[in-house]
């Protein structure tokens, strides 16, 4: 097992067990742990604070759930598994008849084996989720259930790495951790990020990064509502979701539809032979909803293996660490690595002097015939030199020049260095990417 | 059989019988049986009236016209059937040899029992028209030809039903009606549209409605030249002509060939089958020729069943209203009114705070899990709820937004109902329309 | 055997047995068989001068070259095959050891009995190319060489057919003439250029037409130098290269892509049931590479069949006159010519007066029922007539005109000329061309 491998592993076993949600103990337990391995500002926000057209809720926490037999028995107990107990239930300490009880239950009849995932952040109530079979077994006339919960005025938290580059320029990558014990959605997408970031936080760096670990929905109207600066520096960004599962990776283009982002990762889909899996912008998803809302309209798409809602495993107990793939995780950590070569590589050179080709020979560069490799210049080839002298007119990026050339991103990228060693190119100052903002 | 289609049955029926040309009495007397149906203006053009390259021709009046035996038998009779004579046929009473008689008819060898439709506006000559069948017994060496017929200086004569609406933004229907006891062309068209304004009459008005019924060519040319006002308000307009055969509806787009009535049929026809019978725009046809002739460039389209001269009974005795499915004529009509259901709400609706999704929940508009429809509001689901959120900024109409959602445009428009009715959304003032004018 | 037919194959006779290189009498003398045919100016440019990134190399000239036993037996001899000396060769007069000799020698193990051809022009250092069998049977242990060459200042020869038009915009062909006895690369292209220059001496033109015959790269870099005045007035140009093989012909765009000489040459290649082999440009080839370099962007593409290397005759002994077919030399002269009569044609006409159609008939311009073609003008049909009116909007060259109709380009000009006949249309004053530059 490669050391990626391994450190994805160790994150999403120490992650599981914690019972997190939109705010309170089990999310902030998590920031703390991501914060151990990479520079993480981890922020408050007061509830009952206005962002946007929202207020951050009250902050949610658990001490105990379970539904009694009257006789005392546990039947159903929150602490045997996280997914129990709906998210954000109000306490209560009351015998029930069991009509009253169903009203509150939540269970798969269609997979009776599986606890489903169920949530009420925004309406006062509560209730339990538990296997169809469980259910069925609940035959008694009352129960007691007892739920020790607080629903009090606290804050919502979020994780936020900053990575700072030679320029300004920001590269967002998102992912939501307010799901309790589920592996693929999202602890897959967090433990990629976190080992991204890491790698990024040990190089120089042209563009600058930013990381955000947040709850979604609310976290990301939460970040935006604070950020129109960050954001306005946005050029290019990433929501990462569900990451781990046996499916292909899917991308889910912004809603621009042609951002550089879309290219770039399309590309790369491409080289993989996942074109088909390259999908439009739908506002049904993760954060991308709220990054590509009309206002800020960012050049942010979606990186997920499975679709939301696309696999069986979706939302239940059966989302769990057994579910995911080693290779799936280490898999899509590597595509992203690809993308931040070509985000920190792509640049728009123009010829020095434009006209005609130069004469290569007498500056070491030209091929000899029946040689098809200028010989000092490892790392791209003859034909490849002569695309960069004829599109490097200030019009065309080294992506552009890889897509129009069929040449290899990386090979343009060294022609152009050799190009550039010899005065032949210029930089323009300009790195290329996509105004944000509407 | 609906109340349509037997208002439908009786236009055709009254109509018929009636011999009409680009001027005189049988025109008059079609435009004043309209006129009897829906609010129309009848005008008159003096003959020798210059309009854009053109001028009004003298009115052609027939009272009799009959070919004779020497013996006084009247062998081809006027009186029997409309196509009979040549249209401005002159008047003549001559005996005339079997030779010179020939270069005067017409028949359809390929067709021995159909009687052709001939025309001679714009030549001095007279003729008649018969089947094959009929001319191959006439063998005698002499025949008495007699046309009683006026040229004269009278008026050509056109209608105009306009129908105002809230904005002064016009659409137009406009159908030819010279042609005598022809049944498609264009008796159908003429009583789908008499049908299709009796119904925008009842009704408020968004847009304005101006449905034109002219001869072909001369009453376009006519109608343009003294309206160069109107033309400049149309931002939406179809020609009508021949709804009534067997064939299913074949759209011709306009010159423009995007123009959003291209686009708004388009996706009429698409809905129902019909994609590949969307035409691009030729220069030959009806009365889209002035209209999207280049200085007008009208956004102008055709709409009809059979092109013209593609099935055998064009132009012939044939196309008699037993050729005619009343089916046909009622789907025609109904393609018609949901294509004004969607001019009647096209619009441009943005968000009154473009930034990041609004809480739907607390405005009872989110749905609720294991559920795809908002509770309180029928007639779209949440994904259109979601689609229209997303693509109301400004630059997205509802027919946009169905396209891009691949919702129905009917559930955008009542989502974006909903949405308004909760102050998300707001009116632009814009309807969507092309600018007319080259 | 047409006249045309004769005159290319008497050139390519003329100019086999000539040894051209970039510089030198060969070329010279090649330049003056030209001059013989139709009006040419030949420009010297002295060895030294600095043409864009480049220099005038020295001219190389070759009295006599030869491979010698030690008993003076030659084994290799120049004044047998001008392919046996490797272009730009210095003169040397020595006894080599085999294995010295070997690595100054060039052959083909794959085509044992070709000869190749190859070139040192910026490089010292000597050569033979032999077959492969040749190669083998020199088995002695040392050998003599000698080289009597001179590599001296001088100057670099090339020719310019300029034929002035009405208008200053230009029209570029352009072939290499620095290849030895090639026969399809690149004889075949001068013998076509010469053919095509002289109709066109002969006949008025409308456009000013330019015919460059040129050594490879340093004769396009040099003529690119001294004429930035008449580039920026080249409005449409093709290289010419190997128009003699058996392979259909091939058209590869200008950089541009889009450009008016690839629309014009896309039609004829499709005409001829060639889309196929109309190519995308690429950096690689021809002198398209210098007048489509960054800076000039001139809308060049490159007329060929087989494209350079493609070939296994390619740049060996066995592209000799046998190798040409004379019908795919007329064909290829033919298709610039259909070519040139486009150029020639194409213009923007517009509609005098363009509301509404005009009336046809009391012009002699409307074709009477069942007869399609307007009696008084042959050339062209009643559609083509309608097509031309519709769209002379000023926005529409005959060319597009011809395109969006599906009529031939000449019938469309045709139409045209009637209808400007009868004051109806109107010229523009504009031909369509691209504007030159980046």
Request: glycine fraction near 8%; include cysteine.
């Amino acid at each position: 097992m490669s050391r990626a491998a391994a450190e994805l592993q160790t994150h999403i076993d120490a992650l599981f067990p914690i019972c997190r949600s939109i705010t309170g103990q089990g999310l902030r337990q998590t920031l703390g742990y991501i914060a151990d391995k990479i520079p993480l500002r981890i922020w408050e926000v007061p509830t009952g604070t206005a962002v946007l057209d929202w207020e951050i809720p009250p902050e949610w926490n658990v001490r105990h759930a379970a539904i009694y037999t009257l006789a005392g028995d546990r039947v159903v107990d929150f602490s045997q598994h996280n997914l129990h107990l709906v998210q954000y239930s109000e306490p209560v300490d009351r015998i029930v008849s069991r009509e009253e009880l169903d009203t509150h239950l939540h269970s798969l009849p269609n997979q009776p084996d599986l606890i489903p995932y169920r949530t009420a952040y925004y309406r006062r109530t509560w209730g339990f989720c538990l296997s169809h079979r469980d259910r069925l077994a609940l035959t008694d006339d009352a129960y007691r259930v007892v739920i020790v919960s607080t629903l009090e005025p606290g804050s919502l938290s979020y994780g936020e790495c900053f990575l700072p580059g030679a320029s300004s320029d920001e590269v967002l990558f998102s992912s939501h951790c307010c799901h309790p014990s589920l592996a693929n959605d999202n602890l897959s997408a967090i433990s990629v990020a976190i080992e991204l970031a890491r790698g990024l936080a040990g190089r120089t760096r042209r563009l600058s990064y930013r990381f955000l670990f947040m709850p979604g929905t609310i976290g990301a109207i939460t970040w935006l509502h604070f950020n129109r600066d960050a954001a306005d520096r946005v050029r290019h960004g990433v929501v990462l979701s569900c990451l781990g599962d046996s499916a292909p990776l899917t991308y889910k283009r912004s809603r621009r539809g042609d951002a550089m982002i879309d290219r770039y990762i399309g590309r790369l889909m491409q080289d993989a032979g996942l074109a088909d899996r390259v999908r439009p912008f739908i506002p049904m998803g993760y954060d991308e909803r709220q990054y590509c809302s009309p206002g800020f309209n960012l050049p942010v798409g979606c990186l997920m293996r499975s679709p939301p809602g696309s696999f069986p495993e979706y939302h239940t107990s059966a989302d769990n660490p057994g579910f995911l793939r080693l290779q799936s995780l280490t898999d899509s950590l590597e595509l992203l690595e690809r993308l931040i070569s070509i985000l920190e590589n792509d640049a728009i050179w123009v010829r020095t002097n434009p006209y005609g080709e130069p004469q290569l020979g007498r500056r070491g560069l030209y091929a000899q015939q029946d040689n098809h490799d200028p010989s000092h210049c490892p790392g791209f080839d003859q034909e490849t030199l002569l695309w960069v002298l004829n599109l490097a007119d200030g019009q065309h990026s080294s992506f552009d020049m890889a897509e129009l050339s069929g040449k290899s991103f990386m090979s343009v990228v060294a022609a152009s260095a050799a190009l550039a060693e010899e005065g032949l190119l210029a930089p323009t100052g300009l790195i290329t990417a996509d105004a944000s903002g509407a």
